[in-house]
Each structure stands twice: as C-alpha cells, then as structure tokens.
C-alpha cells in the first residue's frame, strides 16, 4: 500500500532562533569578570557577588552550583579553602580551591540577616527555602553587552 504523496505544510512563523546566537558562546574574558564584580560591589548585592566568584573558582555546572549547602564550603565558622562535591550529572567528586576574593565574598554573604539558620548555601524565595532553581534571572546589574557570554 502506497501513501499518497502530501503536499508540504510550511508554518508561517519565523524560526526560533532567527538572529540569535546559537552554540557555544564566547568564554568571559578577565575584564569582563572584574567589570562584573565591580558592578555586584558598587550595587551591594554579597549574594549574586558570592555566587558568581564560586561559579568562576569552581567551574560548577549551574545544577550542582545552587544545590551547595553551608557545611558544604564552612567548617567551625570559617570558609573552607579548599571544597569537594559530588556532580549530579557524573557522580564523580570535584575539589576545588576556594580564593581569597570568594571566601571574603561567602563571610559577607553568610553574615547577612536572610541567610541566618539556613542550609543551603543560595535558598530560594519560596517553596520553604529550598535552593534556587538553576534557571534563575539574570541579575539586573549585568550590562547587555555582557549577557552575550556564557555565565
């Protein structure tokens, strides 16, 4: 039995990702990253400066990043130097060194009223505050042209 021969449905929207960069993007260069710690201390925003100085030391995937717990990164009231977790996606363990920079970042980011009594490292907003979604915003205080590079 033969199928009749159709004539071809064309859509008459544009595709989604016309104009768009698509692929790997462009690695941050270092005076992109200093333009954006600059901008997190300027605005004082500790938690999103936190969080971008230990996405940049650790080199996490997003997933793994916002599941963090306290006692993943502190120990007896200080910051770890070094940390190690295990990454959902390879249930291999990573260590890595924490900087000077980011640990300075994490005390400021711990000593703040909304972070007391916690244990995730980044809680969210709801859902009695579990960890951030890792598709979560785009902080406000990047610029645009910023936003093109992968984060």
């Known amino acids: 039995m033969q199928a009749p021969n159709l004539p071809a449905v064309r859509t008459c929207r544009p595709t989604w990702n016309k104009g768009r960069i698509v692929g790997q993007k462009r690695p941050l260069l270092p005076k992109h990253v200093w333009a954006i710690r600059v901008r997190f201390e300027i605005v004082h925003n500790h ?10 030391d650790s080199k996490l ?6 599941k963090l717990k306290v006692v993943d990164v502190f120990v007896a009231g200080q910051v770890k130097e070094r940390a190690s977790i295990t ?4 249930e291999k ?3 890595f060194e924490i900087t000077d920079g980011t ?6 980011w711990m000593n703040e009223p909304a972070m007391i009594g916690f244990e995730f490292l980044w809680p969210g ?3 009695e505050r579990l960890h ?9 205080a990047l610029d645009t042209k910023l936003c093109s590079y992968r984060l």
Do not use: W, Y
């Not at 938690?47 to 940049?56: H, P, Q, T, V």
């Not at 995937?61 to 916002?66: H, N, P, S, T």
């Open 125 to 127: 907003r709801f859902h």
């Open 47 to 56: 938690r999103d400066l936190a969080l971008f100085n230990l996405a940049i």
């Open 103 to 108: 640990r300075k970042s994490l005390v400021r």
């Open 87 to 90: 990454q959902s996606k390879t």
């Open 61 to 66: 995937r997003g997933c793994d990043l916002v």
């Open 93 to 95: 363990p990573v260590r």
């Open 132 to 140: 951030i979604p890792a598709r979560h915003r785009v902080p406000e």
